[in-house]
């Protein structure tokens, strides 16, 4: 039986054109005519979805946590919930109507598209946090994705474990999970929300330079504190 889980789709947003853009430095005409035309396919199919649940911690230790009877190991996560009791996992994508367009064909073409897409998620994923903080009145909360930051911190593997919190994520929002532990849509992201006083985010503690997704500075005095060393020996 799984925990009651809340599907979220009515999203309010505006995507800007020279917003993008610019920010894909596209500057000649003809481009630019190829890339709005590509924006209003976008806009015509576009769906972005977010599931989410309201989870409960059950148990924690040292390395691991317990949240509505499933198991995630990872130190760093069992630290950031050190003071939390509700948690709020959750999976957000661009939807399966974006990734059933291909431009495979034209790579600058399936750049611009996947650029499209990341904007998307983003309006999925704040849409998200916006609604979780405002139903359930939290002034500031942080996210946890298993795979982000430095491999260890919490392993891309426990995917699953988040998984299986909902069920059928397929059915609900259109998310596959493959035997990788990658998700399909590609542009789709999952992990656990939770209350704090302090901003948290993986990026604080992954040491890897010149990352196009980078949101914040790797912090070594963070890095230090939460003794990352000893919770980077992977089991085999």
């Known amino acids: 039986m799984f925990n009651k889980s809340m599907v979220l789709t009515d999203f ?5 054109a020279e917003d993008l853009i610019n920010k894909l430095k596209i500057d ?37 946590v317990v949240i509505n009877g499933v198991r995630f190991d990872s130190s760093i996560l069992v630290k950031n919930l050190k003071n939390a009791e509700r948690v709020f996992p959750y999976i957000a994508t661009c939807g399966a109507e974006l990734d059933s367009v291909n ?10 598209w996947e650029s499209i897409k990341a904007v998307y998620l983003d ?37 699953r474990e988040l998984f299986s919190l909902f069920g059928d994520v397929e059915k609900l929002i259109g998310v596959k999970l493959t035997e990788s532990c990658l998700m399909i849509p590609n542009k789709s992201v999952s992990g656990i929300l939770f209350e704090t006083e302090k901003d948290y985010s ?9 990352c196009p997704g980078r949101t914040a500075e790797f912090d070594e005095k963070l890095w230090k504190t939460l003794e990352i060393e000893a919770s980077l020996q992977i089991k085999k």
Do not use: H
């Open 12 to 16: 309010k947003y505006d995507v800007m």
């Open 28 to 64: 000649n005409d003809q481009d630019i005519f190829e890339f709005g035309k590509m924006l209003q396919i976008a806009v015509g199919l576009a769906k972005p979805k977010a599931v989410y649940l309201e989870g409960f911690i059950d148990y924690r230790d040292e390395n691991s």
């Open 103 to 112: 431009f495979s064909c034209d790579l600058l073409k399936q750049y611009w």
């Open 123 to 159: 309006i999925a994923r704040k849409n998200l946090v916006e609604y979780i903080k405002k139903r359930f009145m939290l002034k500031k909360i942080s996210t946890m994705v298993p795979g982000g930051g430095e491999r260890g911190l919490w392993p891309i593997e426990q995917q």
């Open 202 to 210: 993986g990026c604080k503690v992954c040491r890897r330079k010149n």
